[in-house]
């Protein structure tokens, strides 16, 4: 049998901030090292490649996810809050619980929500563009998913304030115990109280998708314990994922001046142009997995029970996978495989409400500026998942062409 030392050992720390905000250089070095790494800092596997990126994904018998997909072992320490029922968990309890709410967001139900979406976007677009500059983070990607997303889920408009603390805790918590998790961490409690009290039935405006959650409880699909953790996963999974993606997605458009260039000219590309910035730049970079048994990666053999940090953002600039323009934003790419939702049975419940908030952002840009450039040089946001923006400054010039 081969072992561990057969696979290449690196002792670089993926959640170095200085490697979270350019993970680039470091993703090669890890694909061109072999198939599986051993990164040393932290004695967990890693796989940077798409193949087993994907592989891993779509084996969730080997790869579980019950013990947690961050780098602490829900098995060894106790979890910051109860598991989610849907990130953290296995079939059949997983099954049981991503049926109802998959229910809620298909393509065709997602659809109900466009005219809402559309109107905020256009709305919001109108006023930035008249502005000639504004942050894409500040005044745009911090704005619109709390204001449509939060609407969506039926959330009370006064009281949204601790929503963006509550995600950094999320995805900082999926990290080791660095400065970035301590920092998220710096004033938990109230930020605690006030998500388990917002995921009540009678903090959830009728109709929307927290109150859907509950009906579903009446209905017998889902018992009264769970409904709280599964709004608690819409808030926790639907907010920083796209705030971040959106704010990528503009800083492709304004470091692509041709690239926008087409979208300008066919504002009908915004999906299009919002997905490749999925692949380009994933807000979710990372996730970990825990074998249930040795498994053979390519020749390499992961033990049971260990940790295995899968690269998303890396597998999505393979060459091996997407040529040698891997490296190039373009929104003409055709980009499905790309693994910024994930795979396999954990594959984005959300996607499509993502996708939706994405086209219209983007379509309501293009629509009305002729050009978008960087106005200042970004600011990179640190956090231990997700990739993105803390400010992003553009300047827009409005007209036809
Ligand atoms: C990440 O709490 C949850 O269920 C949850 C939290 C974070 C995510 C997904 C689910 C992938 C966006």
New binding site residues.
């Given amino acids: 049998m081969l072992s561990r030392s057969q696979a290449p050992v690196l002792d670089d720390d993926p959640f170095d901030p200085e490697v979270l905000v350019d993970p680039y250089p470091f993703h090669q070095r890890m694909r061109d090292a072999g198939p599986v790494v051993f990164l040393a800092r932290y004695g967990v596997w890693a796989m940077a490649r798409h193949a087993e990126v994907a592989n891993a994904l779509s084996d969730w018998e080997t790869f579980s996810s019950a013990a947690g997909?961050g780098l602490a072992d829900f098995r060894k320490e106790p979890a910051w809050r109860r598991p989610?029922?849907?990130?953290?968990a296995d079939p059949p309890a997983h099954t049981a619980v991503r049926k109802p709410v998959l229910h809620l967001m298909t393509p065709k139900t997602v659809q109900g929500l466009r005219a809402a979406f559309e109107a905020a976007a256009e709305e919001l677009g109108e006023e930035l563009v008249a502005r000639r500059e504004f942050d894409a983070v500040a005044d745009l990607a911090e704005v619109y998913p709390i204001r449509v997303f939060a609407d969506a889920v039926g959330l009370p408009e006064e009281g949204r304030g601790p929503l963006l603390r509550y995600a950094g805790m999320?995805?900082n918590a999926f990290g080791p115990r660095n400065p970035l998790f301590e920092a998220a961490f710096a004033e938990a409690a109230p930020v605690l109280e006030w998500i388990t009290a917002a995921c009540q039935r009678d903090a959830l405006a009728p109709g929307g998708l927290g109150a859907q959650i509950w009906e579903a409880v009446d209905r017998g699909d889902i018992t009264a314990d769970q409904a709280p953790?599964?709004v608690?996963?819409?808030?926790?999974?639907?907010l920083?994922?796209t705030i971040f993606g959106l704010g990528n997605a503009v800083f492709c458009l304004a470091t692509n001046p041709e690239q926008y260039d087409l979208l300008h000219a066919d504002p009908g590309l915004a999906r299009a142009a919002f997905e490749e910035s999925l692949r380009y730049e994933a807000p979710?970079q990372t996730?970990f997995r825990t074998t249930t048994r040795p498994v053979d990666v390519e020749g390499t053999v992961i033990p049971s029970d260990a940790k295995v940090l899968l690269f998303m953002g890396s597998a999505n600039r393979d060459p091996r996978r997407w040529g040698d323009d891997a490296n190039r934003y373009d929104i003409r790419r055709r980009t499905p495989g790309h693994l910024a939702f994930?795979a396999g049975i954990h594959v984005?419940v959300?996607q499509f409400i993502s996708r939706l908030e994405g086209e219209v952002v983007l379509a309501a840009l293009a629509r009305r500026a002729r050009r978008l450039d960087l106005a200042a040089d970004p600011v990179a946001k640190p956090n231990n998942?997700l990739k993105g923006f803390r400010h992003l400054p553009v300047r827009v010039t409005a007209g036809p062409s």
Avoid: N, Q
């Avoid at 989610?84 to 953290?88: D, G, K, Q, R």
């Avoid at 608690?232 to 639907?238: D, K, M, N, P, T």
């Fill in positions: 997909v989610s029922l849907l990130l953290e999320v995805f953790l599964l608690r996963s819409l808030l926790s999974a639907g920083d994922t979710v996730f994930g984005c959300g998942t």
